[in-house]
C-alpha cells in the first residue's frame, strides 16, 4: 500500500476527530493516529493548506494548535470519518477470530453490528475478504472472564495445577494475558506466591473474578517463554538429530549451537523435569538430554513407561 | 500541488457539491493539475478517482437529463461512517483482539487493521477500553518480524486483490530454496505460524507455505486491477491447514484409538479436539481420530506419557513402540539396560 494512500486514510480521520475532541494534546493526538510528534505537525501544516475551489480564505480547513493543543474551526464537513472499507472490516473481523471461542455473544453481535455500517456494495467484498484470512485461534474459555477481570482491573482467584501437583488456590491481580506459539499465558502479580508469575491458561480452574480492585502497574509486561533464555544452573543439555536440527534451529535461531555431525544443541532451563521429558519425547528420539544423567534418567523411565515397562 | 493535497481539495469540494461536477468544471477548479493535454489530465485523474475509490469514497458519474447536468456526485450517506452503537463488551473484545494482532507485528492487513481500530474507536469517547492482550508468533525469531510483517503485507493485498505472486521457498525438510508462482487463496494462523495456501503452478495443485519460510517475494504488478484467478466456490483455508500435528496431509487419513487413562481421560476434549470420545468408566477414555500423519500424532502421545495408549491399529501402535523405544534405548545408560521395540 503506497505512502499517500497511508497518509490520505490519516488525515481523513484527523480533521473530524480533532472535531470530535477540540483540545485535544499535540501528544495524545499522535498516540491516536501511530505517529511522531513531529510528523503529526507536519500533517497539520498540510491540512491548512487543503480545501475546497475556489479556495476563498473560508473555503480552507482552519485546523491549528494553540498551547499545545489542537483545534478547528471549519472542518470543510470532514466532520465524520469515512465508512469502514472492506478491508479494513475484513481486518478487524479477522483479528477478532483471535478471541472467537472465549468471547461469547459479545463478538457475534459486534461483527453483526459492523457489517450493518458497512456500505452496501462492500458487503460481498468483505464477505469475500473475510474468508481470505482464518485466525481461529484455540483460544480457551478462560480468556473472557480473564479479559474481563483486566479491563476491570479486579482481583481473580482460581485453581491452578502445576505439572505434577494437584490444583492449589491461587489469588492473583491480572495484568495482561500473552499468546505464544499457540499458548495462551496470563501474567500477573501472584498473592499466594508473593511475585510475579506467568500462569498457563489451560492449567486454570474455576476462575472467579473477585470485587477487590488494584492498580495496574505502568511496566506491567509479560516475558515470552523461551526455554533457551532461562537458563539456570539446573540447565539441561539436550541434543537435537540432524533430522531434527533444522526445525530447532528454525525455533532457537542462536540459542540452538550446531555440532560436528550436523545435528544441534540447546541449553534450556531444567527447573521442570516434567516438561523437559514432555518436550524431549515429542521429538520422538531425534532428541537426546546429554546432562544431567538425572535428567536423562526421567526420559528413560518415561520412554519405557509409555510401552509398559 | 501535492497529490495528497490534491485528493483532499477533491473530497472537500465533492462532499460539498449539491449538483454533479463536470470532468470540465474539475479542470478548471484544478487547473495546474489537470492541464497539459487532455490525455495525461484524463490519465492524471483516473489515478485520483481510483484512489478516492480505494479510500471507501462514494465516487459516481451519473449521465444528465434535463434537469441534471453530467458529471460526478458523491453519496454523502454512503461517506459518513454511521455510529454502530457497540455495546461497552462489544468494542472491548474488537479492540483486544485487534490490538492483540497488532502487537503480534505480524498479522496481514495490518494498516487496516489499525484504521478500523480508529474508526471503531470513533464514537466511543473517553470510555475506549485498553487492551491487555498480546500475541507472539512462535516461529518467528525476533529479527525476522519486520521481513515476516511485509510479506504478510503484501500477501494481504495479493489475497484481496487476486494477484499471483513469486515466491522463492525453503523448508527444513527442503532446504534448497524453490522459486515457484502461486495464486495465493488464502492465509491461515495455526499455533503462532501463518501458512499461505494457494495453487501453485509448479507442483500443479493446492500447497500450503509458512510465511516465515518464505524468502523471496514478488506480487504481479501487471494489471493491477484486473484479477488473475479466481477462487474456487467451494474452497475452505480450514481443509487445508492443520491445528494438529496429526492433521498434516502426509498420508491416505485412517482411524486410531486411543485409551486416555488417570488425569487425560478428563482432560480428552481438550488434548484431541474433534474426536469421537467414549468415556469408559471412571478415568478412562476411548478416543477416535482420524489421523492423515502417523508420526506427528505418535510423537504428541508419546509427550503425554503412560496414560496415553494406542490400541490401534497395529500400524500406529507399532509406530508408537519403536520410537519411545528409540528414545529409551538412547537414554539407556541412566538406566542401564536396553529395550527393544
Same mark, same amino acid.
Request: with cysteine.
Given at each position: ?28 493526538? %499522535? +498516540? #491516536?493516529? @501511530? $505517529? ?25 480547513? !482552519? ?11 471549519? !472542518? ?14 475484513? %481486518? ?12 461469547? !455473544? ?35 474459555? %478462560? ?12 482481583? $481473580? ?35 499466594? +506466591? ?31 517463554? @523461551?526455554?533457551?533464555?532461562? +537458563?539456570?544452573? !539446573? ?12 526445525? $530447532? ?10 555440532? #560436528? ?34 535428567? +536423562? ?7 519405557? %513407561?509409555?510401552?509398559?515397562? | ?341
Amino acid at each position: 500500500m503506497s505512502n499517500v494512500h497511508e497518509r490520505l486514510r490519516r488525515l481523513l480521520f484527523l480533521v473530524p476527530y480533532v472535531s470530535k475532541h477540540p483540545g485535544v494534546t499535540v501528544e495524545a493526538l %499522535a +498516540r #491516536a493516529l @501511530n $505517529v511522531s510528534r513531529e510528523d503529526l505537525l507536519e500533517e497539520l501544516d498540510l491540512l491548512t493548506c487543503v480545501g475546497r475551489p475556489p479556495f476563498n480564505p473560508d473555503d480552507y480547513i !482552519d485546523i491549528y494548535v494553540d498551547n499545545d493543543r489542537v483545534y478547528v474551526d471549519l !472542518d470543510q464537513r470532514l466532520f465524520a470519518p469515512p465508512r469502514l472499507t472492506a478491508g479494513e472490516a475484513a %481486518a478487524l473481523a479477522a483479528s477478532a477470530e483471535l478471541l472467537r471461542p472465549a468471547s461469547g !455473544d459479545a463478538l457475534q453481535s459486534a461483527l453483526q453490528k459492523l457489517e450493518r455500517v458497512l456500505p452496501p456494495q462492500v458487503r460481498e467484498r468483505y464477505r469475500e475478504m473475510y474468508r481470505k484470512i482464518d485466525a481461529s485461534a484455540e483460544a480457551p474459555q %478462560a480468556l473472557g472472564p480473564l479479559t474481563r477481570a483486566i479491563l476491570e482491573r479486579l482481583e $481473580v482467584t482460581f485453581g491452578y495445577a502445576s505439572p505434577g501437583r494437584a490444583a492449589e488456590p491461587r489469588r492473583v491481580r491480572p495484568y495482561e494475558l500473552l499468546s505464544h506459539r499457540g499458548q495462551w499465558y496470563l501474567q500477573g502479580f501472584c498473592h499466594t +506466591r508473593q511475585d510475579s508469575r506467568l500462569f498457563r491458561l489451560d492449567r486454570m480452574e474455576d476462575i472467579v473474578i473477585t470485587e477487590t480492585p488494584f492498580v495496574l502497574p505502568p511496566d506491567a509486561r509479560a516475558d515470552v517463554p @523461551n526455554p533457551a533464555r532461562s +537458563r539456570s544452573e !539446573d540447565s539441561v543439555r539436550v541434543r537435537f538429530s540432524p533430522v531434527a536440527a533444522p526445525y $530447532v534451529k528454525e525455533r532457537f535461531g542462536q540459542d540452538a549451537r550446531p555440532l #560436528a555431525d550436523g545435528g544441534v544443541e540447546v541449553l534450556v532451563a531444567g527447573d521442570s523435569e516434567r516438561w523437559l521429558t514432555q518436550w524431549v519425547l515429542s521429538f520422538g528420539g531425534e532428541a537426546e538430554v546429554v546432562e544431567p544423567v538425572s535428567a +536423562r534418567a526421567a526420559v528413560a523411565r518415561a520412554a519405557r %513407561a509409555s510401552i509398559g515397562l | 500541488m501535492d497529490r495528497t493535497e490534491r485528493i483532499l481539495d477533491l473530497v472537500a469540494l465533492l462532499l460539498d457539491a449539491r449538483e454533479p461536477i463536470s470532468w470540465a468544471e474539475l479542470r478548471e477548479h484544478f487547473p495546474a493539475d489537470y492541464g497539459g493535454s487532455d490525455d495525461a489530465a484524463e490519465r492524471k485523474f483516473e489515478r485520483d478517482k481510483a484512489e478516492l475509490v480505494e479510500l471507501g469514497f462514494p465516487l459516481t458519474y451519473v449521465q444528465g437529463d434535463d434537469e441534471r447536468r453530467d458529471g460526478y456526485i458523491v453519496d454523502r450517506d454512503a461517506y459518513y461512517l454511521p455510529e454502530a452503537d457497540l455495546t461497552k463488551e462489544e468494542l472491548a473484545v474488537l479492540y483486544a483482539a485487534g490490538s492483540a494482532a497488532l502487537a503480534s507485528g505480524v498479522f496481514p492487513g495490518r494498516d487496516d487493521l489499525a484504521h478500523a481500530l480508529r474508526k471503531i474507536g470513533f464514537f466511543a469517547g473517553q470510555s475506549l477500553p485498553t487492551p491487555r492482550v498480546r500475541m507472539e508468533l512462535g516461529a518467528v525469531q525476533e529479527g525476522q518480524v519486520k521481513e515476516v510483517s511485509a510479506r504478510l503485507e503484501q500477501l494481504w493485498d495479493a489475497c484481496a486483490a487476486r494477484k499471483w505472486v513469486e515466491i522463492s521457498y525453503a523448508s527444513p525438510k527442503h532446504p534448497n530454496a524453490t522459486h515457484r508462482r502461486v495464486d495465493p487463496y488464502g492465509l491461515a494462523l495455526r499455533r503462532g505460524v501463518w501458512t499461505l495456501v494457494g495453487h501453485c503452478h509448479l507442483r500443479g495443485g493446492l500447497r500450503t507455505f509458512h510465511v516465515h519460510r518464505v524468502r523471496e517475494l514478488k506480487v504481479n504488478t501487471a494489471r493491477p486491477r484486473t484479477p488473475d484467478f479466481q477462487v474456487p466456490e467451494d474452497f475452505s483455508l480450514d481443509n487445508h491447514v492443520a491445528y494438529f500435528p496429526w492433521q498434516h496431509r502426509f498420508h491416505e487419513p485412517l482411524e486410531v484409538v486411543l485409551r486416555l487413562s488417570g488425569p487425560l481421560a478428563a482432560r480428552a476434549s481438550g488434548l484431541f479436539p474433534g474426536a469421537t470420545l467414549e468415556p469408559k468408566g471412571e478415568g478412562l477414555t476411548l478416543a477416535k481420530l482420524r489421523v492423515s500423519f502417523l508420526d506427528g500424532l505418535a510423537r504428541f502421545c508419546l509427550s503425554l506419557g503412560a496414560d496415553c495408549v494406542v490400541e490401534g491399529p497395529e500400524s500406529a501402535r507399532s509406530r508408537l513402540r519403536e520410537m519411545a523405544a528409540r528414545v529409551a534405548n538412547r537414554h539407556a545408560d541412566a538406566l542401564e539396560g536396553k529395550v527393544t521395540a
